[in-house]
C-alpha cells in the first residue's frame, strides 16, 4: 500500500490543522492505522491510532482532547484533526498503516509509512 500525508502548514498556537492520508494499492480497510511524527533531534513518536474499521482510536495523552482521528474506508482516508496546536507539535507528520494488529503504535513495528508532512506552529 502507498500512502499520501498532506494538509501540513504553518499556524500560529491555538490554531487548527486537518491532516489526510489517502491509500492507494492494497485493500485499506485491512490495515490499522498509525499517525505519528518527528521533531529535530528527536525520536519518531506516537501521536494517535484508529482500528481497520474506525470503531476504536487511541492517543498519545499529550494529544488526548486536542487531536481527533478518523478514517473513511470508502475513500482509502485517514484524517488527523488537530485543534489548539502548540509550538511543541512542530515536527513531520506521517500516516502509516500496519496489518495483522488491532491499533498501530510503536513506530519500531513493520509496516508502511508515508512520506510525511510538515506541521510547524509558531508562538
Known amino acids: 500500500v502507498q500512502l499520501q500525508a498532506s494538509g501540513g502548514g504553518l499556524v500560529q498556537a491555538g490554531g487548527s490543522l486537518r491532516l489526510s492520508c489517502v491509500a492507494s494499492g492494497r485493500t485499506f480497510s485491512a490495515y490499522a492505522v498509525g499517525w505519528f511524527r518527528q521533531a529535530p533531534g528527536k525520536e519518531r513518536e506516537f501521536v494517535a491510532t484508529?482500528?481497520?474499521?474506525?470503531?476504536?482510536?487511541y492517543y498519545a495523552d499529550s494529544m488526548k482532547g486536542r487531536f481527533t482521528i478518523s478514517r473513511d474506508n470508502a475513500k482509502n482516508t485517514v484524517h488527523l484533526q488537530m485543534n489548539s496546536l502548540k509550538p511543541e507539535d512542530t515536527a513531520v507528520y506521517y500516516c502509516a498503516v500496519r496489518s495483522g494488529s488491532y491499533f498501530y503504535i510503536n513506530p519500531l513495528d513493520s509496516g508502511s509509512w508515508g512520506q510525511g508532512t510538515q506541521v510547524t506552529v509558531s508562538s
Open positions: 484508529i482500528t481497520r474499521t474506525g470503531s476504536d482510536t
